[in-house]
């Protein structure tokens, strides 16, 4: 069964002062999922939510929300809820009656028993329940940001629209507050679209996510199927922790050379491979590359640059004659700052990347869109 269509932007654009957010953004959020929309700061995400709310007027493009056409609608009448990374409370009301606002307005009125209930449920889901007769102004930052979302959450609206709501709180409150999201996701059937920037709260919270950069969305689809076929260069270099590694490579023959490297890699494992202009890159994910000793036979030298602790592993950064990629590597593994060592990639490992425009050239017939 096909998935049904909750939000859908066509051709969104819209420019600040002569400076372009949305270029043509195209996005579709399904009934009843958690949608992550992760890029960089400035790529669009706060644009894409703001136009979804109809909180700015658009240059170009259209917005249906629940099979209906909004574009020209006022924000009232499109029937979202928003959470913004700031707080946003009023600071006149106490935690209560700041989250029972929207439901106490003249759009969403509700009797006040049921204003109640909803307030005590959130709250408990939140577990705020201990705040709500205090002033929002004796609040820690982790209490207030609790609250704002709890003052959308206590509403049932079509959609959820989540800016980047997590990002100024501690990881345990940002891994706490994820849990609750997906605990009132699954109790309620909601939608959400949740912007953000950090990888591991996209896929900690999301059944898909869409890649932005440059106001475009440049892939979107499950975090498996973005891993198993990237669009881009940028979807690479975007998504993981590490990120993809990129690595000065050509093609001789039917074979894959690694700049500086002895390791050749069949030119098949790659699939059809389209025509390039200039240089090219090979693009790994770390998971895919081995290190070995430094006198691994048939081995590609590099050496340890840098080495990150983390506990019950740590993370590497490897200087190659064709580039460097990082890669976490268990305590168990003897790697020291300056170390030399080698590493190795499977047969058919990575991707190939034109280096200039950054377009994917290998071809995986049959997984190709």
């Known amino acids: 069964m096909s998935a049904t269509p909750m939000l859908e932007l066509k051709g969104l654009k819209k420019a600040y002062r002569g400076k372009r957010a949305l270029r043509g953004l195209d996005l579709t959020v399904n009934d009843n999922e958690i949608f992550a929309l992760l890029g960089p700061t400035g790529a669009g995400k706060s644009s894409t939510l703001l136009a979804s709310a109809g909180l700015i007027d658009l240059d170009a493009g259209s917005v249906n929300l629940g099979g209906r056409d909004v574009t020209e609608a006022d924000p009232a009448s499109r029937d979202v809820a928003i959470v913004f990374e700031g707080f946003n409370l009023l600071p006149v009301l106490n935690v209560q009656d700041n989250i029972a606002f929207a439901l106490r307005s003249p759009a969403y009125r509700e009797a006040e028993d049921e204003i109640g209930r909803r307030v005590g449920h959130t709250a408990e889901l939140l577990r705020i329940s201990h705040l709500l007769t205090r002033d929002v102004g004796t609040l ?28 100024a709180l501690d990881l345990k409150l940002r891994e706490g507050l994820r849990a609750e999201l997906r605990q009132i996701h699954r109790q309620h059937h909601s939608t959400m679209l949740y912007a953000t920037h950090d990888y591991h709260g996209a896929i900690a919270i999301a059944d898909r996510i869409g890649i932005i950069d440059g106001g475009q969305i440049q892939q979107a689809g499950t975090i498996d199927d973005i891993y198993d076929l990237p669009a881009n260069m940028i979807v690479g270099k975007l998504v993981g922790s590490p990120a993809m590694a990129f690595l000065d490579a050509d093609i001789d023959g039917e074979e894959v050379i690694i700049k500086g490297s002895a390791q050749r890699l069949p030119l098949t494992g790659f699939g059809r491979i389209a025509r390039s202009e200039g240089p090219i890159l090979l693009g790994v994910w770390p998971e895919d590359i081995e290190i070995e000793a430094a006198d691994a036979v048939g081995g590609s030298r590099g050496t340890i640059y840098a080495v990150d602790n983390r506990g019950f592993e740590r993370a590497v950064q490897v200087e190659t004659p064709a580039g460097f990629f990082r890669k976490v590597v268990p305590l168990s593994m003897p790697l020291e700052q300056g170390d030399a060592c080698s590493f190795r990639l499977p047969s058919g490992a990575g991707f190939l990347f034109e280096a200039e425009t950054g377009r994917r050239i290998s071809h995986q017939d049959g997984r190709d869109a």
């Open 140 to 167: 820690s930052g982790g209490e207030r940001q609790r609250v704002a979302i709890a003052r959308a959450l206590v509403r049932r609206p079509q959609i959820f629209l989540l800016d980047e709501p997590l990002s």
